[in-house]
Each structure stands twice: as structure tokens, then as C-alpha cells.
């Protein structure tokens, strides 16, 4: 474990970390409350912390609170890909892919209007952004748009089908 705040004797301390700069303790200390904040998290914030308390004759051990923090990261633009000829007949995959994300997104395809349309599995892959076209006909030209989606929000990419 890495100290990060402290309060001693009346001194407010915080340690040489990467969070020194963006951390602190959210309350004066004499409100009881020892709250802490960390402003403008990053991923690598995500971890267990650890808050204790000493106080002088305290024998209970009951000083000790720990929380775990995961920071949420949008994904990146995604990356559209096609697979194969796009001739009539054949099959393609469309791929859709995103650098980051935290948890890993999730992939929808769908076609744009006029045309619209919506894919599910097993055409379809979400979580590996995948998209098989088989037996293409002129009538599938399109734009087909990807969303790379999480909780912390959501990036597209789109490629343009010409069979």
C-alpha cells in the first residue's frame, strides 16, 4: 500500500504520488468526516484504497475502511473494417474495433436508412464487432455504421458497402 493522505498532529499531509496534484480531503478535518477526493481520475485511479483511523486508546481494531475504485473509460473511435470482395454472391465481414474502453465495449451494426436495418446474432457479433454479410446482393449496398458502446459513453464509425 501507497499513503496517500495523512493527518497528523494537526498537519495535514499529502505524499509524493502521481494524485498528489489532484487529491485531497473533501472536509476540514475537525467535522469528523474524512472524506477524500480525487479530481480528474484516471484509469490507472482504478484500486482498492484504504482509509484508517488511530485513535489514542482505541482497542476495538474497527478503524480500518476499504473501498475499491474502478474508473470507467470511454471507448475510442472505433475502426471500420471490410473483409473479403464485395461482389455479388459472395460473403464479407465488416469488423469494428476500438483501442480503448474500460469495461470493454460492446459492437452494434446497423444499416442507414433509406434502407435501415438492424443486426442481431449469429450474423452479428457484439462483442467481437463483427458483422457477417453472406450472399450479397446489389440491394445490400449501403452505409453500415458501428457503435462501440460502455457505460461511460459511446464512439461510431461507418463504412460504405458498394456490392
Same mark, same amino acid.
Not at 473509460?73 to 472505433?78: D, K, L, R, S, T
Not at 457505460?151 to 464509425?157: E, F, P, V
Given at each position: 500500500p501507497v499513503q496517500i493522505l495523512a493527518y497528523l498532529g494537526g498537519v495535514v499531509k499529502v505524499e509524493e504520488t502521481d494524485l498528489k496534484p489532484r487529491t485531497g480531503f473533501l472536509y476540514p478535518i475537525h467535522?469528523?468526516?474524512i472524506s477524500m477526493f480525487i479530481n480528474a481520475t484516471r484509469e490507472q485511479d482504478s484500486g482498492q484504497y484504504m482509509c484508517s483511523v488511530n485513535v489514542v486508546?482505541?482497542?476495538t481494531n474497527k478503524n480500518v475502511g476499504i473501498i475499491n475504485l474502478t474508473v470507467l473509460?470511454?471507448? /475510442?473511435?472505433?475502426t471500420c473494417q471490410l473483409h473479403g470482395s464485395a461482389v455479388v454472391g459472395a460473403n464479407v465481414t465488416l469488423?469494428?474495433?476500438s483501442k480503448k474502453?474500460?469495461?470493454s465495449p460492446m459492437y452494434q451494426w446497423q444499416r442507414e436508412p433509406p434502407t435501415l436495418q438492424v443486426f442481431f446474432p449469429p450474423a452479428q457479433d457484439r462483442a467481437r464487432g463483427t458483422l457477417k454479410l453472406t450472399n450479397l446482393s446489389l440491394e445490400m449496398s449501403g452505409v453500415y455504421v458501428c457503435r462501440a458502446e460502455n457505460? /461511460?459513453?459511446?464512439?461510431?464509425?461507418s463504412i460504405v458497402l458498394e456490392v
Open positions: 467535522s469528523h468526516n486508546d482505541d482497542t473509460v470511454p471507448p /475510442a473511435a472505433p469488423s469494428c474495433s474502453g474500460k469495461p457505460q /461511460a459513453g459511446s464512439k461510431n464509425c
